[in-house]
């Protein structure tokens, strides 16, 4: 909860009712909960990120499945914790002008931690990629999150 005050502080008034479910977001009311979203990735404040995401998000990880809901993104960041140490880098957000629809093109550093399973064997290797995501959001909370990356450059950067 100190995680969730902390990075909700900084965010003007109409932003922060936005973010909170009470209205829709503007144009830069999106870019701040996608700039937040990640800035919370960097902190490891997990549970801050969960109180951004819809209830019912939707999410589309890359080259799998979709899954849904706050609890399957939940388990999704304890095992991405497990296998990986990673920091969002050089963020750039783009928002569409009605604010449902936002993207993020960054740079992932990250550092293998534990071998996942079918990828090959973790022994701390380090790793530096161009990802893009795709967002939806609605009243005023990410609805979907899509993320894409080069999969065989990954690989090949750790080794296999």
Not at 109 to 130: F, I, N, S, V
Request: hydrophobic share 40%.
């Amino acid at each position: 909860m100190f995680l969730f005050k902390k990075y909700f502080a900084f965010l003007r008034p109409r932003a922060a009712r936005a973010i909170l479910g009470s209205m829709d977001c503007t144009q830069s009311d999106t870019e701040e909960l996608i700039r937040l979203y990640y800035e919370a990735f960097n902190a490891g404040g997990r549970a801050a990120m969960l109180r951004l995401l819809d209830r019912d998000v939707v999410h589309d990880i890359n080259q799998g499945a979709s899954v849904g809901g706050v609890e399957a993104f939940e388990s999704f960041l304890g095992h991405m914790d497990r296998c990986y140490a990673e920091q969002v880098e050089d963020l750039v957000v783009m928002v569409d002008v009605s604010g449902t629809r936002a993207a993020a093109e960054f740079f992932i550093r990250g550092e293998y931690l534990a071998t996942d399973e079918g990828l090959p064997e973790a022994t701390g290797q380090t790793y530096h990629l161009r990802v893009g995501a795709f967002f939806e959001i609605a009243g005023g909370r990410i609805r979907r999150v899509t993320n894409y990356y080069n999969l065989p450059d990954w690989i090949r950067q750790v080794g296999g």
